[in-house]
């Protein structure tokens, strides 16, 4: 929704990949395939996206 409403906006979904896959249907359902990518990893393991504004760490840091 964020990509929706701010058009200049890009966005990384960074989740485990199955995760992402069902990201990816909504990010094509919505129309912001241009603007929100998504990428699959482990927050454990895989280094985080680089050169990013904003990391939304949602379900993550409450948990640990």
């Known amino acids: 929704m964020l990509a929706k409403n701010y058009p200049q ?3 990384i979904v960074f989740d ?3 995760v992402c896959t069902v ?3 909504y990010i ?3 129309g ?3 603007q929100v990518s998504t ?3 482990n927050f454990f393991k895989t280094e ?5 504004d ?3 760490l949602g379900q993550i840091l409450h948990s640990y």
């Open 39 to 41: 990428m699959g990893g």
């Open 54 to 56: 904003v990391l939304i």
């Open 23 to 25: 990201a990816q249907e």
């Open 28 to 30: 094509e359902k919505f």
């Open 32 to 34: 912001v395939a241009s």
């Open 16 to 18: 485990f990949p199955l």
């Open 48 to 52: 985080l996206p680089k050169d990013v």
């Open 9 to 11: 906006a890009k966005a």
